[in-house]
């Protein structure tokens, strides 16, 4: 990889088509850069597009300081990772989404998403007019480019259609995702082509995602597919409080991704449930009176239990038969649920882990492969859902791609 100093006109290869590797070449090209983007899919941004079927999450309104809050990772540099969002931040989102012609919208819970076109708020407009216009600024594409390495001389190393593609240039950007939806290519296989060269690196780990716990099949039989409404859920000393489904492998749900990281770092994972936060215990025992059988019954009757919940307090093990009020009122307010994993990574919405932040510099370049830097997912941070995830791949792209084409990296 040339290192050197040049006037302008960087060749800079780009691996890896989506929002980070985008990102990245649609500011490295703005920069006069000479830039060519592989990808091993034959088609862009298909991690996008599929996030994007259920609404586009761009980014979130949430005032920045509590934006930064939302991001964790085992070695991630707060100061380091705080100024290069703050490089691209939600602000700046918005306003690059609009000079593509995409209006946006404050959604719930702050996030930020593309306006409805015909009732439908879909990721293809924006990601056709992004693709028109980087093809507007010269950048090349090469799909159907799957990345396997480095050659001896620092070349960039494909298989496209089975043949051995080496590409030379001057800086390269790699943004290979993580290791969650494989079959958009994000696969992971990456790690081990920078493991041999004694790159650290977090293990990839499932972020974003269900949890595993073993149900009765009673509770299956009377509750599998219902959602638990308007919950507070608690792990080690983090609440969060929104919906949770109950499955055939456990549960799923807002407050499981975002207390994910607790999660992941307990020896013995558990959270316990306030099936309804916004009443008192006293106030509840109120409520269901002097009840002295068929308890859960009166209290679905009383205290306007959902199904799934009923179900929870009828057959978890080594709970009840509940002999008085104050036994199911305790239970109701907090509930704990032992937990056994998350879901495969491969069904994991994104990705925990990734390069170690001390093989980074400020710019996001290898320190021991010079001239080459990194974006998205591939590093160690973490962040849930929310539009959170997008405005990392974005900020982290328009930082590698800013430095990639600057005179002296």
Known sequence: MNTGSQNSGHRIAIVGGGPAGLRAAEVAAERGARVTLFDGKRAL???????????????????????????SGESLHSETWNSILSQFDNRALREWAAGLGI???????GRIMPTPVDGKMRATPLL???????????????????FTGFGENGELLFDAAGQTLRHSCDRAILALGGGSWPKTGSDGAW???????????A???????????????????AAEGLPLKNLKVTAGEQSQRGELVLTRYGLEGGPLYRLGPILRAQS????TIDFKPDQSREDLLVKLGKVKRNFVREAKRRLHLDPATCALLKFLPARGPWKRPDQLVDEIKGCRIDLLRPRPLAEAISTAGGI?????????????????FVAGEMIDWDAPTGGYLLQACFATGTCAGRAASQTSP
Do not use: M
């Open 128 to 146: 056709r007019n992004w693709i028109a216009r980087l093809r507007e600024l010269g950048v090349q594409f090469k799909t159907e480019h799957r």
């Open 268 to 271: 013995e994972p558990s959270i």
């Open 203 to 221: 293990p990839l780990q499932a972020s974003n995602c269900g949890w595993e716990t073993t149900w009765p099949s009673a509770i299956l039989e």
């Open 45 to 71: 941004g298909r991690k996008f597009l599929i996030a994007g079927r259920s609404g586009l999450n761009l980014t979130n309104s949430e005032d920045f300081d509590s934006f930064l809050d939302k991001y």
């Open 103 to 109: 209006e946006t919208f404050v959604a719930n819970n």
């Open 356 to 372: 170690h932040w001390e093989e980074l510099d400020e710019n996001l370049q290898l320190k021991k492969l010079p001239g080459v």
């Open 191 to 201: 790690t081990s082509i920078f493991e041999e060269r004694g790159i650290r690196i």
